[in-house]
C-alpha cells in the first residue's frame, strides 16, 4: 500500500486541506486505477467511492477515532 505522508502544518494553516488532497491524490488514483484495471468501469468506481466517503464521514462523525474501540479490530477482520 502507498504511504501517505503526515501533515507539516498546523490544523489552523490555510493551505492544511490543499496539503491533505496532495497527500491522498497518488494513493487514490492508484486505487482507482486498479479498479479499472480489475474491471470496473470508472463510473461505477467513483460512485462506490462517493457511497464510501460518505459512510465513513457518518462513521468518523460519531467516532471519531474507531481504531481505540475494541470493537473496530474485530469488524475490520471480517472484512474480505
Known amino acids: 500500500m502507498t504511504q ?3 501533515p ?6 490555510g ?7 496532495i497527500a491522498l491524490e497518488a494513493p487514490l488514483r ?4 486498479d479498479a479499472v ?4 468501469a470508472p463510473r461505477e468506481v467513483f460512485a ?3 457511497s464510501i466517503v460518505g459512510n465513513q ?7 471519531p477515532d474507531p481504531a481505540d ?9 471480517q472484512i474480505t
Open 4 to 6: 501517505i505522508t503526515p
Open 8 to 13: 507539516r502544518k498546523p490544523p489552523e494553516h
Open 15 to 21: 493551505d492544511r486541506l490543499l496539503e491533505c488532497e
Open 30 to 33: 492508484l486505487l482507482v486505477d
Open 37 to 40: 484495471v480489475a474491471g470496473w
Open 48 to 50: 462506490a467511492l462517493r
Open 57 to 63: 464521514r457518518q462513521a468518523y462523525g460519531a467516532d
Open 69 to 77: 474501540d475494541p470493537n473496530w479490530i474485530t469488524a475490520t477482520s
